[in-house]
């Protein structure tokens, strides 16, 4: 049986898709078998960040009426071999799947798969609960703003009242010159607030938005150091011990070199 992780937050564009992509790849890199799984019924985008939108035929919703095999529904990702996508339906709502029908699905693709990655839709409404309703465990994203932290935390005891209580926290689009002026929370000021094990911090990095306009996770860029703080968080899924690393903030001269250079 796989993991069944539901990647959700709350808040919207915190990073939520982002982060199911890029896990997914870096999972399937390790050689795991992983399927990712878009809940956010109505309004998808992982197909997009994946570069796989001119492939989706079918959606869980056709699985779910019964109307095609799961097999003819999951979309083979173009680089890595043992990636899969489930779309969600574009016309339909996210209240037009029951949570028992989403159970049965997470169940049936926990058969086939090592991972399960679930990527929420944001809010606190059906569309969370669906994505949430056949997960074994939970990726919370936040970013370090008031607002996401708070609603992060919500999520948390809504989280908790489902019986989940394998929570581990990634923190995205940390700003380390930010941290260093005061004008942004630090990680240590997250955990203090959320109580949960932190498993990943990803730096804003200019390079992710490039990337999903591509239709390309960095987690394909060696050089990223984006892409590799999603490749650590997947070592630590998969039980590694591995530190999570301080960002420096850029100094004046750092960040001079790197223009002229174009070593970023
Ligand atoms: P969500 O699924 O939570 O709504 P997305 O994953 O769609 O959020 O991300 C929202 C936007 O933020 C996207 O344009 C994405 O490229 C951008 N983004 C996500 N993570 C980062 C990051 N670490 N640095 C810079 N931009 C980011
Ligand atoms: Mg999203």
Redesign the pocket.
Known sequence: MGRAIV?T?G???????????NLGTALAMLGRAVVVVDA?VGLR??DI?MGLESRVVYTSMDVIEGTCDIEKALVKDRRVENLRLLAASQKNNKTDIQAKQMKELCLELKDMFDYVLI????GIEQGFQNASVGADEALI?T?PEVAAVRDADRIIGLLQSMEINDMNLVI???SPNMVKAGDMMNQQDIIDILSIKLIGV????????????RGLPLTHDRRSI?GD?FKRIARRLEGEELPIPTFKPESWFGSLFDKLFNWG
């Open positions: 990647i937050s808040k919207g564009g915190v990073g939520k898709s982002t982060s199911t992509a956010d985008n992982l960040i990527d929420s839709p944001a994203v970013t995205n689009r940390l990803i730096p804003e990095d200019q390079e992710m938005v490039v990337s999903t306009n984006a703080s």
